[in-house]
């Protein structure tokens, strides 16, 4: 493609552009090229700054709480991978499909009812969205081509939410069903590879799951994230099943709410997959946060001469990181 | 050694296929700019692109005149390109010194030249002023296609709202929630193009117009 820019900055080494869009690119510097001069490049002249964070630091702040829950979470998938055969590692290697000359190599669908399956390509980027049921194709998500999965998840939930299909009253009744699935081309399946798969937690897998989990944190739903293959994913279509159901053991008709809401099938869910309560994860991120203020009271005590003074310190600093936490949660 | 494209492009010309070889020339036009800037150690003027449609012309010349005994297309093509694009120059310089070129057009678009710059110059200044540079923009620039129209979209939407612009003015910060909430559009997205959207708003309050016109 070819790009057109205005020359807004000459630096030593490279040429800042405005492009055409309204945004910025660094490209190589060249002879001749003033301040207010239109050109004409192409992607092979950008240059790329590494080490320069692509986030901002609002978003550097949500990657820390992320991660903290992303510590939590790792016990959890630590324990299922363990009894996983390493050669199942292959099923993510051979991806075929392709949608406008872009590799996909993720399914995601998330079911809210309404329906729908996000394609992503290998960086994680959304490529293409689908509406699959008729509540979904209300709502225009077209939007969300461009983000992140896990920003995708969310910009879907927002949207179904200002569209009213998320219940204020009962935010506890509350699911998004996630399913990832691969795009690997196997189309013969046997009986036992199905098994496998489903247990399959690929490293590809797994750090999907952490991303969509980490999402989780701010949204006002309960996350119920799992894994399926392409084969159940077209047989959960045709019985309009939404797939995360069907890889647990439903084959009738039901919704994701309809589901959720019995504790006995929330624990067949958890074999294969993992739920994420709400308020589970608001406790987990409080924990956390009050066992670090722990560590540092007492590396604090430890220091100070006056234990005592610094104690009182600590409690308000907890109250008042609580008092944050609570605010994001809303 | 014959390559993919190489076989391409005979049986393109053996099948006289008039739609391939359109989508052939569209496809490898990133292809003959890169061998345009090369020669000429600068970039193509938007203004001036006689240099790319030239450039054109002679891939598509190498085209037909490509044959197996000619090796490697690409290589051929860019032989091609870069004698049409010489033949330009030393035209031009004959045209230049016996006085055939109008002086007066240029002068003109000299002036919208200083123009142009000065309100860039003047761009930045105020992008100072909110604490950001060209340089932050572009690190931060939103890179998917989608993505920057989008955010392009929702500046200059923003910027017909009087109180976010002067949210924006006064608090030298950007309203994300307001524009989140206005213009239907999640947080997410607000704050990712936040810089873009700050400096669409700067553009359109502060009247750079030949800047805005380069956006629109």
């Given at each position: 493609m070819i790009k057109k820019g205005l020359v807004v900055k000459l630096t030593q080494d490279h040429i800042i552009v405005m492009t055409d869009q309204g945004d910025y690119e660094r490209i190589a510097r060249r002879e001749k090229a003033d301040i207010g001069l239109k050109i004409m490049y192409t992607e092979k002249d950008l240059i790329f700054n590494p080490q320069i964070a692509s986030y901002s630091k609002s978003y550097r702040k949500y990657f820390v709480a992320a991660s903290i829950v992303f510590v939590l979470i790792m016990g959890l998938i630590l324990q299922s991978t363990l009894y996983t055969d390493p050669e199942q590692n292959l099923v993510s290697e051979n991806i075929e499909s392709t949608e406008q000359g872009v590799k996909i190599t993720t399914i995601i669908a998330v079911d809210i009812n309404p329906s729908f399956q996000l394609m992503a390509d290998v960086n994680d980027t959304v490529v293409k969205v689908r509406s699959m049921n008729d509540d979904a194709k209300t709502i225009d998500v077209s939007s969300v081509v461009g983000l992140n999965i896990e920003e995708a998840i969310e910009h879907i939930v927002y949207l179904a939410d200002e569209a009213g299909f998320i219940d204020t009253t009962d935010e506890a009744a509350n699911y998004v069903l996630v399913t990832i699935i691969m795009a690997d081309d196997q189309s013969e399946v046997d009986e036992e590879s199905y098994a496998?798969?489903?247990?399959?937690?690929?490293?590809?897998?797994?750090?999907?799951?952490?991303?969509?989990?980490?999402?989780?944190?701010?949204?006002?739903?309960?996350?119920?994230?799992?894994?399926?293959?392409?084969?159940?994913?077209?047989?959960?279509?045709?019985?309009?099943?939404?797939?995360?159901?069907?890889?647990?053991?439903?084959k009738k008709e039901m919704t994701v709410k309809d589901y959720f809401s019995k504790e006995e099938q929330k624990e067949v869910f958890k074999e294969n997959g993992k739920v994420i309560d709400k308020n589970a994860l608001k406790d987990a991120v409080r924990e956390a946060k009050e066992k670090n203020e722990k560590n540092e009271k007492k590396e604090k005590k430890e220091k100070s001469p006056n234990p005592g003074n610094s104690q009182k310190e600590n409690q308000g600093q907890s109250q008042q990181n609580r008092g944050n936490g609570k605010g994001k949660g809303q | 050694m014959r390559t993919e494209l190489d076989n391409k492009i005979i049986q393109i010309k053996s099948t006289d296929n008039k739609e391939q070889m359109n989508r052939l020339i569209e496809d490898y036009q990133p292809f003959v700019l890169n061998v345009i800037t090369a020669l000429k150690k600068s970039y193509v003027d938007v203004d001036n692109d006689d240099e790319f449609s030239i450039g054109l012309m002679a891939f598509y010349e190498a085209l037909e005149k490509y044959n197996e005994a000619r090796g490697d297309f690409l290589s051929f093509a860019r032989l091609v390109i870069q004698s049409r694009i010489k033949d330009y120059w030393s035209q031009q310089k004959y045209e230049y010194t016996t006085n055939l070129r109008e002086d007066t057009v240029i002068e003109e678009n000299f002036d919208e030249k200083v123009l142009l710059r000065k309100e860039i110059e003047d761009f930045e200044k105020v992008l100072n002023s909110f604490g950001l540079s060209f340089e932050q923009l572009a690190d931060r620039s939103p890179k998917h296609a989608d993505t920057q129209k989008r955010a392009k979209k929702i500046g200059l939407q923003a910027a017909e709202q009087e109180d976010l612009m002067t949210h924006l003015y006064t608090k030298k910060r950007l309203p994300v929630t307001q524009i989140s909430r206005r213009f239907k559009v999640s947080l997410v997205i607000v704050k990712r193009s936040k810089i873009t959207i700050t400096s669409v708003m700067i553009i359109v309050k502060e009247k750079f117009s030949r800047i805005l016109e380069w956006i629109e």
């Open positions: 496998a798969d489903l247990k399959a937690n690929t490293s590809k897998v797994n750090e999907l799951r952490e991303k969509v989990q980490n999402s989780a944190i701010v949204g006002k739903v309960n996350f119920a994230v799992t894994t399926a293959t392409k084969e159940q994913l077209k047989e959960a279509e045709l019985k309009k099943i939404p797939v995360g159901l069907y890889v647990s053991g439903i | -």
